[in-house]
Protein backbone atom coordinates (compact mmCIF):
# COMPACT_ATOMS: atom_id res chain seq x y z
CA UNK A 1 0.00 0.00 0.00
CA UNK A 2 1.34 3.64 -0.68
CA UNK A 3 0.37 6.84 0.36
CA UNK A 4 0.01 9.94 -0.88
CA UNK A 5 -0.22 12.72 1.32
CA UNK A 6 -0.95 16.71 0.82
CA UNK A 7 -1.02 19.26 3.55
CA UNK A 8 -1.73 23.07 3.87
CA UNK A 9 -1.68 24.99 6.99
CA UNK A 10 -2.65 28.73 6.89
CA UNK A 11 -3.01 31.55 9.95
CA UNK A 12 -6.71 32.36 8.63
CA UNK A 13 -7.89 36.09 8.03
CA UNK A 14 -8.50 36.49 12.08
CA UNK A 15 -5.61 35.50 14.15
CA UNK A 16 -2.10 36.75 14.58
CA UNK A 17 -0.06 33.49 14.54
CA UNK A 18 -0.56 30.22 13.63
CA UNK A 19 -0.61 27.94 16.49
CA UNK A 20 -1.69 24.91 14.32
CA UNK A 21 1.08 22.33 13.54
CA UNK A 22 1.23 19.52 11.19
CA UNK A 23 4.03 16.31 10.95
CA UNK A 24 4.03 14.89 7.27
CA UNK A 25 6.69 11.97 8.29
CA UNK A 26 5.82 8.64 6.48
CA UNK A 27 4.18 6.43 7.77
CA UNK A 28 3.11 8.82 10.36
CA UNK A 29 0.66 11.80 10.01
CA UNK A 30 -0.57 13.88 12.56
CA UNK A 31 -1.99 17.93 13.07
CA UNK A 32 -1.94 19.84 16.32
CA UNK A 33 -3.82 23.03 17.37
CA UNK A 34 -2.54 24.29 20.35
CA UNK A 35 -3.96 26.70 23.02
CA UNK A 36 -3.25 29.31 25.82
CA UNK A 37 -2.07 32.28 24.89
CA UNK A 38 0.76 34.45 22.67
CA UNK A 39 3.32 32.18 22.23
CA UNK A 40 1.84 29.01 24.56
CA UNK A 41 -0.15 27.77 21.78
CA UNK A 42 2.44 27.43 18.97
CA UNK A 43 5.23 26.16 21.29
CA UNK A 44 2.47 23.55 22.60
CA UNK A 45 1.41 22.04 18.76
CA UNK A 46 5.54 22.10 17.80
CA UNK A 47 6.74 20.59 20.83
CA UNK A 48 3.87 17.72 21.05
CA UNK A 49 4.52 16.91 17.19
CA UNK A 50 8.54 16.94 17.57
CA UNK A 51 8.44 14.42 20.70
CA UNK A 52 5.40 12.19 19.33
CA UNK A 53 7.95 12.26 15.61
CA UNK A 54 11.36 12.04 17.94
CA UNK A 55 9.46 8.88 20.14
CA UNK A 56 8.42 7.40 17.09
CA UNK A 57 11.58 7.45 15.25
CA UNK A 58 13.31 5.50 17.95
CA UNK A 59 10.72 3.45 18.26
CA UNK A 60 10.35 3.58 21.62
CA UNK A 61 6.14 2.06 22.75
CA UNK A 62 3.10 2.33 21.21
CA UNK A 63 1.92 5.50 19.31
CA UNK A 64 -0.55 5.61 22.01
CA UNK A 65 2.76 5.57 24.77
CA UNK A 66 3.98 8.22 21.99
CA UNK A 67 1.69 10.42 22.48
CA UNK A 68 1.31 10.66 26.45
CA UNK A 69 5.23 11.15 26.03
CA UNK A 70 4.40 14.24 24.03
CA UNK A 71 1.77 15.11 26.89
CA UNK A 72 4.82 15.02 29.45
CA UNK A 73 6.87 17.33 27.33
CA UNK A 74 4.50 19.95 26.99
CA UNK A 75 2.94 19.34 30.41
CA UNK A 76 6.62 20.28 31.60
CA UNK A 77 7.42 22.61 29.59
CA UNK A 78 4.57 24.55 30.61
CA UNK A 79 5.35 24.11 33.93
CA UNK A 80 9.06 25.52 33.47
CA UNK A 81 7.99 28.61 31.49
CA UNK A 82 6.08 31.08 33.29
CA UNK A 83 5.84 32.40 29.44
CA UNK A 84 3.98 29.23 28.06
CA UNK A 85 2.23 28.27 31.59
CA UNK A 86 -0.97 26.70 30.97
CA UNK A 87 -0.90 26.07 27.27
CA UNK A 88 -1.77 22.47 25.95
CA UNK A 89 -2.94 20.93 22.42
CA UNK A 90 -4.85 18.85 20.56
CA UNK A 91 -3.29 15.83 18.78
CA UNK A 92 -4.69 13.48 16.13
CA UNK A 93 -2.20 11.63 14.33
CA UNK A 94 -2.52 8.28 11.91
CA UNK A 95 -0.06 5.69 11.34
CA UNK A 96 -0.01 3.92 8.22
CA UNK A 97 0.82 0.38 8.38
CA UNK A 98 0.25 -2.67 6.61
CA UNK A 99 -3.43 -2.94 5.37
CA UNK A 100 -4.80 -0.44 7.93
CA UNK A 101 -3.96 2.71 10.02
CA UNK A 102 -3.84 3.22 13.75
CA UNK A 103 -5.35 6.29 14.94
CA UNK A 104 -4.57 7.99 17.87
CA UNK A 105 -6.64 11.22 18.84
CA UNK A 106 -6.72 14.09 21.93
CA UNK A 107 -8.92 17.23 21.47
CA UNK A 108 -11.32 18.62 18.70
CA UNK A 109 -8.83 18.27 15.73
CA UNK A 110 -11.11 15.23 13.44
CA UNK A 111 -10.36 12.35 11.04
CA UNK A 112 -12.42 11.31 8.20
CA UNK A 113 -12.15 8.90 6.34
CA UNK A 114 -13.88 9.11 2.42
CA UNK A 115 -14.90 5.98 0.88
CA UNK A 116 -16.91 5.15 -1.99
CA UNK A 117 -18.79 8.04 -1.51
CA UNK A 118 -19.42 8.84 1.48
CA UNK A 119 -17.76 10.92 4.48
CA UNK A 120 -16.94 9.08 7.77
CA UNK A 121 -16.37 11.43 10.81
CA UNK A 122 -13.54 8.59 12.75
CA UNK A 123 -12.76 10.79 15.90
CA UNK A 124 -14.78 12.10 18.76
CA UNK A 125 -14.35 15.28 19.91
CA UNK A 126 -13.35 15.88 23.19
CA UNK A 127 -15.03 19.06 24.09
CA UNK A 128 -18.47 20.01 25.96
CA UNK A 129 -21.00 20.13 23.29
CA UNK A 130 -19.86 16.88 22.09
CA UNK A 131 -20.58 15.91 25.55
CA UNK A 132 -24.02 17.61 25.86
CA UNK A 133 -24.71 16.07 22.46
CA UNK A 134 -23.97 12.54 23.83
CA UNK A 135 -26.17 12.82 27.04
CA UNK A 136 -28.77 14.04 24.82
CA UNK A 137 -29.02 17.75 25.94
CA UNK A 138 -28.66 19.27 22.66
CA UNK A 139 -28.43 18.36 19.16
CA UNK A 140 -25.34 18.10 16.87
CA UNK A 141 -27.16 21.24 15.40
CA UNK A 142 -27.11 23.22 18.18
CA UNK A 143 -23.95 22.16 18.88
CA UNK A 144 -22.14 23.44 15.81
CA UNK A 145 -23.30 27.36 16.84
CA UNK A 146 -23.23 26.80 20.85
CA UNK A 147 -21.44 29.32 22.51
CA UNK A 148 -19.70 27.29 24.73
CA UNK A 149 -18.56 25.28 21.27
CA UNK A 150 -14.78 25.42 21.64
CA UNK A 151 -14.08 24.42 25.64
CA UNK A 152 -12.12 21.40 26.03
CA UNK A 153 -12.73 18.25 27.87
CA UNK A 154 -9.52 16.98 27.03
CA UNK A 155 -6.00 18.21 25.56
CA UNK A 156 -2.79 17.31 25.39
CA UNK A 157 0.05 19.07 28.00
CA UNK A 158 -2.03 20.25 30.29
CA UNK A 159 -2.13 17.63 32.95
CA UNK A 160 0.46 15.03 34.21
CA UNK A 161 -1.19 12.49 32.16
CA UNK A 162 -3.90 12.18 29.75
CA UNK A 163 -6.37 9.62 27.89
CA UNK A 164 -5.63 8.81 24.30
CA UNK A 165 -8.15 7.62 22.57
CA UNK A 166 -6.94 4.83 19.98
CA UNK A 167 -8.45 2.82 17.12
CA UNK A 168 -7.52 0.73 13.80
CA UNK A 169 -9.28 1.38 10.67
CA UNK A 170 -8.56 -0.79 7.76
CA UNK A 171 -7.64 0.97 4.83
CA UNK A 172 -8.94 -0.11 1.41
CA UNK A 173 -7.52 1.42 -2.42
CA UNK A 174 -8.67 4.43 -3.21
CA UNK A 175 -9.61 5.41 0.80
CA UNK A 176 -8.86 9.23 1.03
CA UNK A 177 -7.76 10.35 5.02
CA UNK A 178 -8.57 13.81 6.01
CA UNK A 179 -7.00 15.13 9.65
CA UNK A 180 -8.01 18.62 9.72
CA UNK A 181 -7.70 21.54 12.71
CA UNK A 182 -10.95 22.70 13.96
CA UNK A 183 -10.43 25.93 11.83
CA UNK A 184 -11.58 23.77 8.59
CA UNK A 185 -14.69 22.21 10.48
CA UNK A 186 -16.18 25.60 12.27
CA UNK A 187 -15.62 27.40 9.24
CA UNK A 188 -16.88 24.35 6.14
CA UNK A 189 -19.98 22.38 6.25
CA UNK A 190 -18.92 18.04 6.05
CA UNK A 191 -20.95 18.46 2.78
CA UNK A 192 -18.64 21.00 1.23
CA UNK A 193 -15.62 18.93 2.80
CA UNK A 194 -16.69 15.63 1.12
CA UNK A 195 -17.96 17.93 -2.01
CA UNK A 196 -14.03 18.91 -2.37
CA UNK A 197 -12.76 16.42 -1.48
CA UNK A 198 -14.71 14.11 -4.24
CA UNK A 199 -13.91 16.61 -6.96
CA UNK A 200 -10.33 16.79 -6.65
CA UNK A 201 -7.84 13.92 -7.29
CA UNK A 202 -4.64 15.48 -6.47
CA UNK A 203 -4.07 15.45 -2.79
CA UNK A 204 -1.78 18.59 -2.26
CA UNK A 205 -4.81 20.28 -3.88
CA UNK A 206 -7.40 18.98 -1.80
CA UNK A 207 -5.56 19.87 0.54
CA UNK A 208 -5.19 23.80 -0.66
CA UNK A 209 -8.67 24.15 -1.63
CA UNK A 210 -9.96 23.14 1.89
CA UNK A 211 -7.86 25.82 3.07
CA UNK A 212 -9.15 28.22 0.21
CA UNK A 213 -12.83 27.19 1.37
CA UNK A 214 -12.07 27.59 5.10
CA UNK A 215 -10.36 30.85 4.59
CA UNK A 216 -13.31 32.36 1.98
CA UNK A 217 -16.16 31.13 4.96
CA UNK A 218 -14.68 34.23 7.07
CA UNK A 219 -10.94 31.68 8.21
CA UNK A 220 -12.26 33.02 12.15
CA UNK A 221 -9.15 30.44 13.27
CA UNK A 222 -5.95 28.62 12.28
CA UNK A 223 -6.27 25.91 9.87
CA UNK A 224 -4.75 22.99 8.63
CA UNK A 225 -5.13 20.02 6.56
CA UNK A 226 -3.34 16.61 5.71
CA UNK A 227 -5.22 14.63 3.10
CA UNK A 228 -3.67 11.51 2.52
CA UNK A 229 -4.52 9.08 -0.49
CA UNK A 230 -4.42 5.05 -0.31
CA UNK A 231 -2.90 4.18 -3.56
CA UNK A 232 -2.52 0.61 -4.88
CA UNK A 233 1.07 -1.46 -5.63
CA UNK A 234 2.65 -3.64 -3.70
CA UNK A 235 5.76 -0.94 -2.67
CA UNK A 236 6.12 -1.06 0.56
CA UNK A 237 5.57 2.42 2.50
CA UNK A 238 8.78 3.72 3.85
CA UNK A 239 9.87 3.97 6.85
CA UNK A 240 11.88 5.78 9.32
CA UNK A 241 15.47 6.62 7.89
CA UNK A 242 14.24 5.26 4.18
CA UNK A 243 11.53 8.02 3.68
CA UNK A 244 13.36 9.30 0.42
CA UNK A 245 10.08 10.09 -0.99
CA UNK A 246 7.93 11.60 1.62
CA UNK A 247 8.48 15.53 2.50
CA UNK A 248 8.22 15.98 5.81
CA UNK A 249 7.74 18.88 8.17
CA UNK A 250 7.05 19.70 11.98
CA UNK A 251 4.95 22.87 12.07
CA UNK A 252 4.36 25.57 9.78
CA UNK A 253 7.73 26.27 7.92
CA UNK A 254 7.09 30.36 8.57
CA UNK A 255 7.80 29.60 12.29
CA UNK A 256 10.96 29.47 14.10
CA UNK A 257 11.24 26.35 16.69
CA UNK A 258 10.39 27.16 19.88
CA UNK A 259 13.20 28.32 21.93
CA UNK A 260 14.32 26.08 25.15
CA UNK A 261 12.91 27.53 28.27
CA UNK A 262 16.02 27.28 30.19
CA UNK A 263 16.21 29.64 33.19
CA UNK A 264 18.66 31.89 33.82
CA UNK A 265 22.15 30.91 32.85
CA UNK A 266 25.49 33.01 32.04
CA UNK A 267 26.50 33.76 35.68
CA UNK A 268 30.32 34.11 36.30
CA UNK A 269 32.57 30.88 35.32
CA UNK A 270 36.17 30.18 36.88
CA UNK A 271 37.79 31.07 33.07
CA UNK A 272 36.31 34.56 33.60
CA UNK A 273 39.80 36.71 33.92
CA UNK A 274 37.97 39.39 36.04
CA UNK A 275 37.63 36.70 38.99
CA UNK A 276 41.46 35.75 38.18
CA UNK A 277 43.07 35.02 41.91
CA UNK A 278 41.93 33.22 44.29
CA UNK A 279 40.42 29.99 42.87
CA UNK A 280 38.86 29.52 45.86
CA UNK A 281 36.95 32.34 45.99
CA UNK A 282 35.53 32.11 42.24
CA UNK A 283 34.68 28.24 43.30
CA UNK A 284 32.65 30.30 46.06
CA UNK A 285 31.17 32.64 43.20
CA UNK A 286 30.46 30.05 41.89
CA UNK A 287 28.44 27.91 44.04
CA UNK A 288 26.66 30.58 45.48
CA UNK A 289 25.65 31.75 41.99
CA UNK A 290 24.24 27.93 40.91
CA UNK A 291 22.24 28.42 44.89
CA UNK A 292 20.36 31.55 43.74
CA UNK A 293 20.11 30.27 39.95
CA UNK A 294 18.39 26.84 41.17
CA UNK A 295 16.07 28.56 43.85
CA UNK A 296 14.59 31.31 41.63
CA UNK A 297 14.19 28.57 39.13
CA UNK A 298 12.31 26.57 41.64
CA UNK A 299 10.06 29.39 42.77
CA UNK A 300 9.66 30.35 39.40
CA UNK A 301 8.46 26.74 38.78
CA UNK A 302 6.47 26.22 41.52
CA UNK A 303 4.15 29.60 40.68
CA UNK A 304 4.08 27.86 37.25
CA UNK A 305 2.55 25.37 38.20
CA UNK A 306 0.31 26.93 40.57
CA UNK A 307 -0.89 28.98 37.77
CA UNK A 308 -2.00 25.83 35.58
CA UNK A 309 -3.90 24.61 38.32
CA UNK A 310 -7.83 25.27 38.80
CA UNK A 311 -10.48 24.41 41.00
CA UNK A 312 -14.41 25.29 41.65
CA UNK A 313 -14.96 26.75 45.11
CA UNK A 314 -17.24 30.03 46.85
CA UNK A 315 -16.54 33.16 46.42
CA UNK A 316 -18.77 35.66 48.04
CA UNK A 317 -21.62 32.90 48.82
CA UNK A 318 -22.01 32.62 45.12
CA UNK A 319 -19.81 29.05 43.06
CA UNK A 320 -16.42 30.43 41.29
CA UNK A 321 -13.70 29.28 39.39
CA UNK A 322 -10.17 29.87 41.05
CA UNK A 323 -6.69 29.35 39.60
CA UNK A 324 -4.40 28.06 41.45
CA UNK A 325 -4.70 25.67 44.63
CA UNK A 326 -6.99 26.19 47.34
CA UNK A 327 -4.02 26.73 50.29
CA UNK A 328 -1.69 29.55 51.54
CA UNK A 329 1.58 29.61 51.92
CA UNK A 330 3.23 32.50 54.51
CA UNK A 331 0.05 34.18 54.54
CA UNK A 332 0.14 34.06 51.10
CA UNK A 333 -2.88 32.83 48.94
CA UNK A 334 -2.21 30.69 46.37
CA UNK A 335 -5.64 31.63 43.81
CA UNK A 336 -7.59 33.81 42.80
CA UNK A 337 -10.81 33.89 41.53
CA UNK A 338 -10.79 33.51 37.66
CA UNK A 339 -14.71 33.71 37.29
CA UNK A 340 -17.64 34.59 39.72
CA UNK A 341 -20.86 32.43 38.59
CA UNK A 342 -24.68 33.64 39.93
CA UNK A 343 -24.97 30.07 41.00
CA UNK A 344 -25.44 30.36 45.02
CA UNK A 345 -22.85 27.89 47.30
CA UNK A 346 -25.26 27.08 49.52
CA UNK A 347 -27.72 25.92 46.71
CA UNK A 348 -24.77 23.56 45.22
CA UNK A 349 -23.52 22.68 48.30
CA UNK A 350 -26.85 21.07 49.26
CA UNK A 351 -26.67 19.07 46.77
CA UNK A 352 -23.97 15.95 48.38
CA UNK A 353 -22.16 15.88 45.12
CA UNK A 354 -20.87 19.07 45.97
CA UNK A 355 -20.88 19.07 49.56
CA UNK A 356 -17.33 19.56 49.98
CA UNK A 357 -17.89 22.90 47.28
CA UNK A 358 -15.97 25.48 50.47
CA UNK A 359 -12.58 22.70 50.49
CA UNK A 360 -12.34 23.02 46.64
CA UNK A 361 -12.97 20.86 43.70
CA UNK A 362 -9.90 20.12 41.59
CA UNK A 363 -10.37 20.36 37.64
CA UNK A 364 -8.12 19.81 35.14
CA UNK A 365 -7.63 22.79 33.61
CA UNK A 366 -9.77 26.10 33.00
CA UNK A 367 -12.11 24.44 31.19
CA UNK A 368 -12.52 21.48 32.46
CA UNK A 369 -13.34 23.87 35.68
CA UNK A 370 -15.99 25.29 33.34
CA UNK A 371 -17.50 21.99 32.93
CA UNK A 372 -18.18 21.43 36.66
CA UNK A 373 -19.87 24.46 36.69
CA UNK A 374 -21.87 23.67 34.36
CA UNK A 375 -22.55 20.07 35.79
CA UNK A 376 -23.47 21.72 38.89
CA UNK A 377 -26.19 23.85 37.20
CA UNK A 378 -27.50 21.46 34.99
CA UNK A 379 -28.10 18.90 38.57
CA UNK A 380 -29.87 22.42 40.46
CA UNK A 381 -31.90 22.26 37.70
CA UNK A 382 -32.26 18.88 37.77
CA UNK A 383 -33.33 18.89 41.19
CA UNK A 384 -35.67 21.92 41.00
CA UNK A 385 -37.33 19.66 38.31
CA UNK A 386 -37.99 16.55 40.82
CA UNK A 387 -38.61 19.29 43.62
CA UNK A 388 -41.62 20.26 41.56
CA UNK A 389 -42.85 17.37 40.73
CA UNK A 390 -43.07 15.79 44.08
CA UNK A 391 -44.85 18.62 45.08
CA UNK A 392 -47.40 18.71 42.22
MN1 LIG B 1 -8.25 25.80 16.24
Redesign the pocket.
Known amino acids: MRIEAGVATDIGQVREGNE ?1 SYLVEPPLFAVA ?1 GMGGHRGGEVASQLALETLEARFRASTGTLAEQVRAANEAVFARSAADRKVSGMGTTLTAVQVRGDGAHLVHVGDSRAYLLRAGSLRQLTQDHTLVQRMVQAGEITAEEADVHPHRNVLTRSLGTDPEVVVDEQDVGLLEGDRLLLC ?3 LTSMVTEGQIQAILEATPPAQEAADRLVRAANNAGGV ?2 ITVVVLDVLGGDAEQQVGEGSAGGSAGTGDPGHAPPSPGVPGTGGPTAGDPTFGGSRRVVRWVVAAVAVVVVLVAGVTGFRAWVDGRWYVGAANEHVAVYQGIPATVLGLELSHVDLETDILAADAEALPLYANLADGLNANGRDDALTIVDQIRRDLRKQARTARGAGA
Open positions: DDSDGDN
